[in-house]
C-alpha cells in the first residue's frame, strides 16, 4: 500500500476508535472521564493530521519511475497469533487475579516471549522483569496516584 493511501486509512482508522471511545464514555461522568477524553482528543488529533497528511501528500504518476522503498519485513504470524492469544488470556485472567499481578504476568511473559533469541536467558529474564516493572509502575503511577482512576477488582484484592 502506497504511504498516501495507508496515511488516510490509519487517519479515519483512528478518527473511527476516537468516534467508538467517544460514544461509549456517555456514561461517564466527574473524574473517571478525564483519561478517556483525553485519549479521545489525542486521538482525534493524531487521526486528523495523519488523515490530512495523506490528503496533502501528491499522487505518484503511473509514467514516473517508482521510488525505492525500503524491504518489507514479512510477517511472523505465530508472533501476531501468541499476541493475540495472550492479550485474550490475560482480559480473561484480569478478574481473577486482579489488574496489577495480570498485568505483571502478561507483559513479563509476552517479553520474555517477543525478546531477542540470541541473548541468553538469564539477560533476557533481567530485561524482562525491568521492563515488567518499569511500566507496572508507570501505569500505577499515572492512573491510581494522578487520575485516581480504579483499576478493575479481583478475588484477590
Known amino acids: 500500500m502506497r504511504s498516501r493511501t495507508s496515511d488516510i486509512a490509519a487517519g479515519l482508522a483512528t478518527l473511527a476508535v476516537a ?8 456514561d461517564l ?3 473517571s472521564l478525564l483519561f478517556p477524553r483525553m485519549l479521545i482528543i489525542f486521538m482525534t488529533i493524531g487521526g486528523v493530521y495523519v488523515f490530512v497528511s495523506g490528503l496533502l501528500t501528491p499522487r505518484a504518476h503511473v509514467d514516473e519511475a517508482p ?22 488470556v490475560y482480559v480473561g485472567i484480569i478478574p481473577v487475579l486482579g489488574f496489577y499481578p495480570a498485568s505483571v504476568l502478561f507483559l513479563f511473559c509476552m517479553a520474555m516471549i517477543l525478546s531477542d533469541s540470541s541473548v541468553t536467558t ?20 499515572g492512573f491510581a496516584l494522578l487520575l485516581g482512576v480504579p483499576t478493575p477488582q479481583s478475588m484477590f484484592f
Open 19 to 26: 468516534g467508538i471511545f467517544q460514544a461509549q464514555s456517555g
Open 29 to 31: 461522568e466527574g473524574v
Open 67 to 88: 521510488c525505492e522503498l525500503p524491504p518489507e519485513e514479512p510477517v511472523v504470524v505465530k508472533r501476531v497469533a501468541s499476541i493475540a492469544l495472550a492479550s485474550i
Open 122 to 141: 538469564a539477560r533476557r529474564a533481567l530485561a524482562s522483569a525491568i521492563f515488567t516493572v518499569v511500566l507496572c509502575l508507570a501505569v500505577w503511577l
